[in-house]
T-cell receptor, first 115, second 110 residues
Framework: SQTIHQWPATLVQPVGSPLSLECTVE??????LYWYRQAAGRGLQLLFY??????ISSEVPQNLSASRPQDRQFILSSKKLLLSDSGFYLC??????????????FGPGTRLTVL | RKEVEQDPGPFNVPEGATVAFNCTYS??????FFWYRQDCRKEPKLLMS???SGNEDGRFTAQLNRASQYISLLIRDSKLSDSATYLC???????????FGAGTTVTVRA
């Protein structure tokens, strides 16, 4: 069965510091991968998605970047965090063909607080 | 207009009651529909996909109305463990991007 991991689970960082969040998927090959952010009391906002190694699409202009160095690894980064980067960061995966691309499965998330 | 809109609630219901709520979507090209459940400070988990004919999974029934562009979720015989936020999710076929509603909060009380 497929599993998705994220770490760290929680993170408190000062403004201006760098960020690196990691997501890995097991039990599937060549998944589509996604990064979302959920601000307190709000819906999920898609930040990036990737359909393959090195292929990243950005959904919104922002202070963040993403990379996919390996098939089942997805990394979210920032060079300098802003207060507005605080939130709950969720990684998700889906299949790559037909209807399987529709259903996304989420990792446990990273709760980031920028002070 | 938001792509997916939900009544935020909260819906406060006693154990054993039935609770139902809707979600509307704006894109008529939408083809896939889901309900996710999200517990406080946890990740969303897929509750059920919504099929055009409507579908049932135990105490949960989902309905799709394409003409009016809404999806409903009904929970029968509510349990305390049903307390959560329910997210309505919509997608176009073979489109990588899901559109999420902000969620409907349900609280089941003893």
């Amino acid at each position: 069965s497929q599993t998705i991991h994220q770490w760290p689970a929680t993170l408190v960082q000062p403004v201006g510091s760098p960020l690196s969040l990691e997501c890995t998927v097991e039990g599937t090959s060549n998944p589509n991968l996604y990064w979302y952010r959920q601000a307190a009391g709000r819906g999920l906002q898609l930040l990036f998605y990737s359909v393959g190694i090195g292929q990243i699409s950005s959904e919104v202009p922002q202070n963040l970047s993403a990379s996919r160095p390996q098939d089942r690894q997805f990394i979210l980064s920032s060079k300098k965090l802003l207060l507005s980067d605080s939130g709950f960061y969720l990684c998700a995966w889906s299949g790559t063909s037909g209807l399987s691309t529709d259903t996304q499965y989420f990792g446990p998330g990273t709760r980031l607080t920028v002070l | 207009r938001k792509e997916v809109e939900q009544d935020p609630g909260p819906f406060n219901v006693p154990e054993g009651a039935t609770v139902a709520f809707n979600c509307t979507y704006s894109n008529s090209a939408s083809q896939s529909f889901f309900w996710y459940r999200q517990d406080c400070r946890k990740e969303p988990k897929l509750l059920m996909s919504v099929y055009s004919s409507g579908n049932e999974d135990g105490r949960f029934t989902a309905q799709l109305n394409r003409a009016s562009q809404y999806i409903s979720l009904l929970i029968r015989d509510s349990k305390l463990s049903d307390s959560a936020t329910y997210l309505c999710v919509v997608n176009r076929f073979n489109d990588y991007k899901l559109s999420f509603g902000a969620g409907t909060t349900v609280t089941v009380r003893a």
